[in-house]
Nanobody, 125 residues
């Protein structure tokens, strides 16, 4: 069965950095895109970033461009999210997701096929 397991969340001060990891197993993801969503308290889940397993092409939400970097290690079946210059408004549960490329067009969480359970990142001011 497919599993996406996130790790790397924690508490950091504003301006600091965190690196999230998502280890994928249970199927071949070579034709898929992998990515990250986040959900802050009282808010809807929102798209953060995604990457193509095959080409490595990336896309980011405007709110994180220039601060976050998504990458992947195909040999380890792992996707990373390097988060720099963190702000208190980045505080959220971060979820790893996987789906075919066409499902990422609008960045809608409802279109994702697989989800991890999430990891909490808290940024203090």
């Amino acid at each position: 069965q497919v599993q996406l397991v996130e790790s790397g969340g924690g508490l950091v001060q504003a301006g600091g950095s965190l690196r999230l990891s998502c280890a994928a197993s249970g199927r071949t993801f070579s034709s898929y895109y992998m990515g990250w969503f986040r959900q802050a308290p009282g808010k809807e889940r929102e798209f953060v970033a995604r990457i193509s397993w095959s080409s490595g092409s990336t896309s980011y939400a405007d709110s994180v461009k220039g601060r976050f970097t998504i990458s992947r290690d195909n040999a380890k079946n792992t996707v990373y999210l390097q988060m720099n210059s963190l702000k208190p408004e980045d505080t959220a549960v971060y979820y790893c997701a996987a789906a075919g490329s066409g499902r990422w067009v609008f960045g809608s969480p409802g279109r994702m096929e697989y989800w991890g359970k999430g990891t909490l990142a808290t940024v203090s001011s």
